[in-house]
């Protein structure tokens, strides 16, 4: 009962056991301060805890690389898209040989829309095209990305690493994909898909490989 945010569910529960348990809704209410009070305290010393000392299901290191990879991911995706707003001829050439480079649905989402308004209006103007997005944080992303602190002197090599990026992230993404997959055919018994993953994963990593070996 303790961990139940809401007043009013707790208030219900008190009733219940009041009725239940012949025990007054006073007493009820005082064993539930005290055992608020303790759970507070709990927390506020468990929070003192070195993260050295922290209990490993917390997974502190896990969660801020996690954390870490998105930000580096949003930034390689909101500079790159920064670029595709100013420069039509970097749009033609991704949307001809890196059309799914994107890794986050939503700016994946407003690439395609980008094309379509490169279609009509041949130029660049990321004003025009924010109006034009119905849905605010599709048009949130976009302003963002026209805002971006780019340095320009240096456009062609933070587009370059952006792509090289993304595309590794790409790969990485696939990889998780296939070894879920392989791990679903392996509990279902379905040896055969699993080699096929198996397979699959060796030339991503391959692929992963060479990504890397070029930026060596």
């Given amino acids: 009962l303790a961990k139940r945010p809401s007043p009013i569910e707790r208030d219900l529960v008190i009733r219940q056991m009041e009725e239940e348990t012949n025990v007054s809704e006073e007493a009820l209410q005082q064993l539930l301060t ?4 303790r759970q507070v305290q709990e927390e506020r010393k468990y929070a003192t805890i070195p993260s ?3 209990s490993n299901e917390q997974m502190p290191i896990y969660t801020e690389n996690r954390q870490r990879k998105q930000n580096a991911t949003n930034r390689a995706e909101k500079m790159l898209l920064h ?4 420069d039509g001829e970097l749009f033609d050439r991704i949307y001809v040989e890196l059309f799914d480079l994107f890794y ?4 994946q989402t407003v690439f395609i829309e980008l094309a379509a308004f490169y279609e009509q209006y041949k130029t660049p103007d990321y004003h025009r095209f924010a109006e034009s997005i119905a849905n605010p944080s599709l048009r949130k992303i976009v302003l963002e990305a026209a805002m971006y602190d780019s340095n320009e002197e240096f456009a062609a090599q933070e587009i370059e690493d952006c792509i090289h990026y993304l595309r590794k992230e790409k790969v990485k993404g696939q990889i998780d994909e296939k070894q879920h997959e392989q791990n679903e055919a392996l509990r279902s018994n379905n040896h055969t898909r699993a080699q096929e993953l198996a397979r699959e994963i060796i030339q991503l990593r391959k692929s992963l490989s060479a990504m890397e070996a070029v930026l060596r």
């Fill in 34 to 37: 005290k055992k608020v009070g």
């Fill in 52 to 54: 050295s000392e922290a």
């Fill in 83 to 86: 670029y595709l707003l100013n």
């Fill in 104 to 107: 986050h649905e939503e700016y």
